[in-house]
């Protein structure tokens, strides 16, 4: 196909586009391949599903303009203005780009006259009036987000909906919200909401071709899901920041179709020197005085990472939420999808290498995991819903209290542990050292404040109730819980070195162990209960075993076991090595010293005057002591009594469900160390230490 004539061709953008050229043969039949594969991947729905669409949006209008008359009603105005109350919906959203596969949400924008409030008559009237309809289903209002919205399902269909109160008495059904007067003297958050709607329809006036605009947005959201990175909420790109890239692309390649575009698309986003903005129209200052994106006039302006403006008046930045964490991930995927996409040119690749699902319980060695519960169904939602909007804030506090040294990766899907009874379910963050950083010697990264910081923020939802509760743990890669993956299968990983092993089934990943990001929020301790069955002994005393798989031992280095674990120098065997505090039970009062030699680990209990040695690794809980022996790489459990100090034996066939022998790990580098910076709460430095070094015991139940 024969580029178009660029003579008497519009421009789009802020800047001349990079190339006119048009397809050649072989970017047609890639296009075809590309979308039979977004076909093949059910990503439009049936006409059917359109149809209850267009009924379930006529019964939402229908519903907020009853709500209105209600409320001016309820508020003692004539006949006459009830008569004449009204409100009117917008759409807004992927539905109203012509974007929209099957299943998804609609979002909508219920514009009211004045007198109608949003926060007692939006979210407590019409809330109210929503509930008491059969076929309206798991109502959830978010009043504290940045851009307030109602969600529910209406007849099936999941709604989001805002609202934006206008300065009118009577609101007409031949509203043109695209007009700037429709902003006058309008509160900030009915701005927000308005301009929902005003930018979609901008989106649509300034790209080149609407077609090919549609289709390669279609495919990059669907990338952006697999890959992990499409959440606003979350603190990556949400449904009208990806539609603005793409839009971006489209100016800059205007005769270019859809396989072409997504190329360029990586090609362009890689290269990209952010912050410089993505625009797609030069900012208006507009004749309201509304405050826009401007980077020289406002100091939180310049604060943004990865500014994407919206192209309606006021113009802003619809990323605000993007982290410096958040933004290492994208950067990294956009890399990935640019290696792909060439890989696709030169036919060493298909479509269908692009669309992998990113494996993210497979890229850090450290997660937090955030489970959360509530009484019923209906409280998870609204639960879960304020908690996943809170994320963002504890991806920015871990990074300021850590001096942006300590990365994160929220990933924005939830999960479901189905073997559990009750409402619960959890998300999760990786955790990664700075790429780039050094490792610093006796650096650690205690994040305990920051997450009780967190928790309680949290707890300050409007509508929480006793039964909303919120645990903050952290887990190794081998602790993850297995019904994060696909059929509740943890896939194996390949071979790295003498002695790796999965970890034990029956460890708890929702409790402590010893690690290098000290989150000791009391949620993560075993349960200590004199009634537990035995299948809750098993687990708890595999659970022993699990932590000192991962205890740090060094040969010849001073380590320390972050959490309530400390350094304290007891004695010199020969210069071999000085012990160290393993852990403190302020139960039972025991006070356990390690000395590694060459062939053993020599353990001195003190308690009460009374001491005892044996060959292993100690762990007091509660009102016992667990030893773990490893003469001759052998390991015993053994119980020690509180009363006298002396060692019981009990073997770990008995206690640990038939542990094997264990052979030592590969030693492996903790990535929670940085380097030394000033006082913090959430650093601590000691250059006296050596950095940790993490030695497991490989062991199978």
């Known amino acids: 196909m024969a580029s178009a004539p660029t003579g008497m061709q519009r421009q789009f953008g802020v800047t001349e586009p990079i190339s006119t050229a048009g397809p050649t043969e072989l970017d047609l039949a890639r296009t075809r391949e590309l979308e039979k594969f ?10 059917e599903e359109s149809t209850l669409r267009e009924e379930v949006l006529g019964r939402l209008d229908q519903i907020a303009k009853v709500w209105v008359k209600r409320t001016c009603q309820n508020k003692g105005f004539s006949d006459q203005m009830v008569e004449e109350a009204n409100a009117k919906i917008f759409t807004f959203g992927s539905y109203r780009l012509g974007v929209h596969g099957p299943g998804v949400d609609i979002d909508t924008l ?69 007009e700037e007067s429709i902003l006058c003297n309008v509160d900030e958050q009915s701005v927000r909401s308005l301009n929902g709607c005003r930018v979609i329809d901008q989106i649509l006036r300034l790209v080149p071709n609407i077609k090919h605009f549609r289709t390669t947005l279609r495919c990059l959201k669907l990338w952006a899901k697999r890959r992990g990175v499409y959440s606003n909420v979350t603190g990556f790109l949400g449904g009208v920041n990806w539609a603005l890239l793409v839009a971006r692309v489209c100016q800059l390649y205007p005769n270019a179709v859809p396989s072409m575009l997504v190329s360029r698309f990586f090609r362009v986003y890689t290269q990209w020197r952010w912050p410089n903005p993505v625009m797609l129209c030069a900012i208006e200052e507009g004749t309201l005085g509304l ?85 019923d169904e209906d409280d998870l939602r609204t639960w879960k819903g304020w908690v996943e909007s809170r994320l963002r804030q504890l991806t920015l506090k871990i990074e300021r209290d850590t001096y942006g040294m300590l990365q994160c990766h929220p990933y924005p899907h939830e999960f479901l542990d189905s073997s559990k009874q009750g409402c619960q379910c959890a998300f999760f963050m990786g ?74 089934p029956g460890v708890k990943p929702s409790q402590s162990s010893p690690n290098t990001v000290p989150v000791n929020t009391g949620e993560d301790m075993m349960e200590d209960s004199a009634h537990g069955n035995s299948k809750r002994q098993t687990e708890r005393t595999v659970d022993v075993m699990d932590r000192y798989k991962r205890a740090a031992i060094s040969a010849g ?31 039972a009062g025991f006070t356990v010293f390690q000395s590694v030699t060459n062939d053993q680990l020599d353990i001195s209990i003190k308690k009460a005057g009374h001491s005892c040695s044996k060959n292993g ?3 007091a809980a509660g009102s016992g002591c667990v030893l773990i ?23 770990a066939n008995s206690q640990a469900g038939n542990l094997q022998s264990g052979v030592m790990e590969e030693l492996e580098a903790t990535v929670m160390l940085g380097t030394a910076v000033p006082s913090h709460p959430g650093v601590q430095t000691d250059k006296t230490r050596k950095p940790l070094i993490r030695l497991s015991l490989a062991s199978t139940a």
């Open 291 to 375: 405050p826009v994106w401007d980077p020289r006039k406002n100091p939180r302006d310049r604060t943004h990472l990865m500014p994407i403006i919206t192209p309606a008046y006021p113009c802003m930045n619809s990323s605000y939420n993007v982290s410096s964490s958040t933004l290492r991930v994208m950067t990294e995927q956009f890399q990935h999808g640019n290696d792909v996409c060439t890989a696709v040119e030169m036919n060493k690749a298909d479509w269908s290498s692009l669309f992998e699902v990113y494996p993210f319980f497979d890229s850090y060695r450290n997660y937090l995991q955030i489970d959360i519960t509530a009484a």
């Open 617 to 619: 690794l100690v762990h």
């Open 110 to 178: 219920c514009v009211g006259p004045h007198y109608v409030s949003r926060e007692e008559d939006f979210f407590l009237g019409l809330h109210d009036m929503l509930a008491e309809m059969p076929e309206v289903t798991e109502l959830q209002p978010v009043p504290d987000a940045h851009v307030p919205v109602m969600r529910f399902k209406l007849q099936g269909i999941s709604i989001d909906l805002l609202y934006a109160r206008l300065t009118l008495w009577v609101i007409p059904e031949d509203l043109d919200i695209s």
């Open 557 to 587: 280095e001073g380590n320390t076991v972050s959490g309530s674990s400390s350094v304290s120098p007891h004695e010199d065997l020969g210069g071999v090595e000085i012990a160290k505090t393993m852990s403190r039970s302020p139960g």
């Open 431 to 504: 955790l990664q050292r700075k790429p780039g950083v050094p490792i610093h010697e006796g650096q650690q990264f205690d994040i305990r404040g920051t997450v009780d910081e967190f928790r309680h923020s949290v707890n300050q939802y409007m509508f929480w109730k006793p039964c909303m509760d919120i645990h903050v743990s952290h887990v190794r890669r081998k602790q993850i819980p297995t019904y994060v993956y696909p059929n509740g299968v943890r896939p194996a990983r390949p071979q790295r070195g003498l002695g790796k092993s999965s970890s034990s």
């Open 38 to 47: 977004l076909l093949s991947a059910g990503l439009y729905e049936s006409q």
């Open 629 to 651: 022996c490893n003469s001759g790489l052998k390991e015993e459990l053994q119980n020690v009594s509180p009363g006298s100090g002396e060692v019981s034996g009990q073997t």
